[in-house]
């Protein structure tokens, strides 16, 4: 099956700073979605991006598609943007394949 | 709009018993899929259902089953738990089989 790896997998931030999370993916797809996990578990969508690039407020995607990555930037980081975020991809076959996620702590 | 609501939030239960898992999809919403969350890991894919049928199936045992109903919401049912059946259970909704998935907000089952 296709193959999602997430870097880097733990990242310490001071708040106000700035961050690119990265994903790539070993095949095409036809989706691309960002998730960040609340630390009750909950799956936030950010952004549905299977290629192109969209903000939103201090975060935005990038996807390049025929290159088989993802970035996801955060700007201005608050103590809020801590936690999981998730990349993934669908190819077609209804089910997302998720890689092991970027562990985000932001300190005051 | 309501979104995707997942019962029970919390459940503990015994090795060797039958749990069911319950999922309503998000307004308007006809596909239904579900994933287990081990510990520090990604969501892995167990099925999908998309009016009422199996769509898709991911790498777990035939003790794993659901049922999706006509108002679009869905079980899942596991047999014979094991303590490695212990994990943070998501369901997700989507209109259609390969378009945006909105998820809830997990049941953590615990198996002892």
């Known amino acids: 099956g296709i193959q999602v790896e997430q870097s880097p997998p733990d990242l310490i931030l001071q708040e106000g700073a700035n961050s690119t999370l990265r994903c790539n993916f070993s095949d095409s797809v036809n989706n691309l979605q960002w998730f960040h996990q609340n630390p009750w578990g909950q799956l936030i969508n950010l952004f549905y991006?299977?290629?192109g690039t969209k903000q939103n407020g201090r975060l935005s995607a990038t996807t390049v598609a025929t290159e088989r990555y993802s970035l996801l930037y955060i700007s201005s980081s608050q103590t809020t943007d801590s936690g999981v975020y998730f990349c993934a991809v669908e190819r077609g076959n209804n089910r997302l394949a998720f890689g092991k996620g970027n562990q985000v702590v932001v300190i005051p | 709009e309501t979104g995707v609501t997942q019962s029970p939030t919390h459940l503990i239960k015994t090795r060797g018993q039958q749990v069911t898992l319950r999922c309503s999809s998000q307004?308007?919403?006809?596909?239904v899929s579900w994933y287990q969350q081990a510990l520090g890991q990604g969501p892995q894919f167990i099925f999908q259902y998309y009016r009422e049928e199996e769509n898709g199936r991911g790498n777990f045992p035939p003790r794993f089953s659901g049922l999706q109903f006509p108002n679009y919401s869905s079980e899942l049912n596991v047999n014979a738990l094991e303590l490695d059946d212990s994990a943070l259970y998501l369901c997700?909704?989507?209109?259609?089989?390969?378009?945006?998935?909105?998820f809830g907000q997990g049941t953590r089952l615990t198996v002892v």
């Open positions: 307004s308007g919403h006809n596909t």
């Open positions: 997700a909704s989507s209109l259609g089989t390969s378009t945006e998935a909105f």
């Open positions: 991006i299977p290629s």
